[in-house]
Each structure stands twice: as structure tokens, then as C-alpha cells.
């Protein structure tokens, strides 16, 4: 197809493809003609993808770069690709703040406690520890023991996201689901705790219990 | 109290004390002299709650007024007080979206199936509903009757939310509890879904397993 057609099917401009030509994002098309060049589903497939890693992710250029690499480098088993699209989609932490490193030493202490295989460089450790940081601040008593129901939560909504991934797909079709997923299922989850709320409250205080 | 010493104790700057006098949203003082008033405990439980709205729920004025109001309204049972309340932390949805309707529907018929008590003009029924819309439109398959893992992880965090409230205490700090639990643990779940994911992913696709 041409650079038109590769345009209207995947809803990405033709400027921005160029650009993403000329950023050596995209692979160039098959010449065929001193003007014109031909692109395939593979191409379809990585705008997608950079589309989801930057509409839905809302990474930067030189973070797509690393997990365009990772999913071209076939040495890259699926838990790093994985770790590399999921890592890049994790917001700043001041670890600079006198009173993070305890917590995070909490934090740490309790996901071994609880024997989880995450890495020591997981930036949801920071972002954990930050929220309980916060969370302490604002006059909550937030001790990470009592996170044990909400982890149990948590590790029932991962066994089946990374279930519905291991459909044997390619792999930046795999990529794009997880980062499309680990974004857009946080609304879902935090709106079905909201109305969970409403109905545990309407169980407890509820004028007809 | 004096002003000055409100002020310390909340961490409220005693211009904005004089604000939210004015505007209401905190009873006088009782005045001990023509240009001086003595405050007490109740003023600096009702300004914690105004930060905590403010700051954390990021409610404007008029909001935060509609919640002191049912605080202050004993014929406000606790469910309908804690509706108030988190009602008003709820983001906007744009249902004129020609798609959103039968959406929103799947939602109600869902949500019926579980039998989950929840209000028909509840918010986060239509947060839901928006952020399938999102996912369905961005590729990502979901069906609304595959969220029943998703939605008994997030009952099973609001049993123990709503059983850490219930403990008897005055309106106004249920109140503020309500709103900073909800508001500031959604980031704990968030983190420890991506730590969950990664632990998974690491049980499914890495080298060790």
C-alpha cells in the first residue's frame, strides 16, 4: 500500500509517518518507483503500536525508541519486553524526601514478605511507597501490612490481564495489548471500586439493611 | 484558639481562615473581645475536612459546601453522606457520545447482574462505561461480563475500606477519612497491580519459571 492508504488505516497522519521515517521509528517501505514506496501489515502493526505507546502511554520519542529496540531484539525474552513497554509507562518519584527511603524499605519488605518476583529497580515499588507516603502525611494510618487484602486484589486483576496476553501473537502486537491494557484497565478498576464502595456502604449504612 | 494558633494547628493560613468565614464554610468564633474570637476543636476538625476536599478531592467551593451541608444535616444518614461526598470526587464524562448509551446500558445490566446496590445516577457508572468505550475503541476487546474478576477484586478492597470506617466516630472525620481513603488509595491499588503484573509475567514468561 501506499503512504496514503498506510495513513487512513491506521489514522496516522502522513506527516507523522514521515516523521517517524525519518526518526528511524519505521522501517522505510519497499521502493518502488523513484517517488513512491510500498508499505505492509508490518508497518500497520508498529504505528499501532507507537500509537498506543504515545496516545495511550504518553511516552516520549526516546522511551518509544527503548521498547521499539527491546521488541526488535528477539534476544529480549517476553517478561523483559514486557517489563520494558510497562516501566516506561510509570510516573516520577522525589526519593529525594528525607522520609521515602523507610517506606520504601517497608514497601520492599513487605512485597518480599509476600514473595512477589518484582525487580529491585520496579519503579511501582517508588510509586507505592510514595502513595503510603502521602497517605501517612494526610493523617492516615496506612501500615503496609494492612495492604495485604488490597495486594491479594491486585494479584487476582494481574493473573487474568497477563492470562488474556499469552495468546501467542507477535510480539509487538503482545506489547501494544499490555501498554493499552496497563493504562485503560486503571479507570475500569478504580470506577468498580467506586461502585464496590457504594454498595458495601448501602450493605453497612444504608437506611434499608 | 486564637486565629493564629487555627491556623498552625491546620496548617491553614489565617487569610484563608478568614475566607471561608466569610464565605460560611466555617462557623464564627466565639468572639472574646471586639476584635478577637476564640475557636475550638470542631473548627479544626471542620478545617481539616475543607483541606482534605480542597487539596486531596480537589472539589471547587461549591462542592465542598454541598458536603458541609449534609455533615451538618443529622437527618443526612452515613450512606447518604458518604454518597455526597464521593459523588463530588467523581471526573466528568461526555455521555452525548452517540456510542456511550448502549455502553452505558451493558454497564447498568451488569452492575444489576451482580446485584450490587448502587444508585442509578451513580458517577462511576458512567466512568465505567467511558473507559470500556475507550478500550473497545482503541482495539482492545471487553466485554463487560469479563470484569467480573476485575469487579470482585474491587469488592473485596471495599469491604476492607468500608470496614476500616466504621468505627464511630463524629461525621465530619468519617467524612474526611472517606474522601482521602478514596482519593489516595487509588494510586496504592495502581502500584500494586504493576507489581502483581510483573510478578505474573515473571511466573509466565520469565527465564526462571
Redesign the interface.
Known amino acids: 500500500m501506499r503512504i496514503s492508504e498506510l495513513s487512513s488505516r491506521t489514522g496516522v497522519p502522513v506527516a507523522t509517518i514521515k516523521y517517524y521515517l525519518r526518526e528511524g521509528l519505521l522501517s522505510p517501505g519497499h521502493r518502488s518507483a523513484a517517488t513512491q514506496a510500498q508499505y505492509d501489515d508490518r508497518h500497520v502493526g508498529r504505528l ?1 503500536l507507537i500509537r ?1 505507546l504515545r496516545e ?1 502511554g504518553q511516552l516520549r520519542l526516546a522511551a518509544i525508541r527503548r521498547v521499539l529496540a527491546a521488541v526488535d531484539d528477539d534476544r529480549t ?3 523483559e519486553l ?2 520494558t513497554a ?1 516501566y516506561a509507562l ?1 510516573s516520577d518519584v522525589d526519593a529525594s524526601d528525607p522520609e521515602f527511603a523507610p517506606v520504601r524499605a517497608e514497601v520492599d519488605a513487605f ?1 518480599a514478605s509476600l514473595d ?4 529491585p529497580s ?1 519503579p ?2 517508588d ?2 511507597a ?3 507516603l ?2 501517612r502525611r ?3 494510618p ?1 501500615s503496609v501490612d494492612n ?1 495485604r ?14 492470562d488474556q496476553l ?1 495468546e501467542g501473537e507477535e510480539r509487538a502486537k503482545t506489547v501494544e ?1 499490555a501498554v ?3 493504562v ?24 434499608h439493611r
Open positions: 499501532r498506543a495511550v525474552g517476553m517478561h514486557l517489563g510497562c510509570s512485597l512477589w518476583q518484582v525487580s520496579a511501582a515499588r510509586e507505592l510514595q502513595a503510603v502521602i497517605l494526610l493523617g492516615v496506612c495492604l487484602s488490597h495486594a491479594e486484589a491486585a494479584r487476582s486483576v494481574a493473573v487474568r490481564e497477563v499469552a495489548r493499552v491494557s496497563t485503560l484497565y486503571e479507570p475500569v478498576l478504580l470506577a468498580l471500586r467506586r461502585l464496590a464502595q457504594e454498595h458495601e456502604s448501602s450493605r453497612r449504612f444504608g437506611p
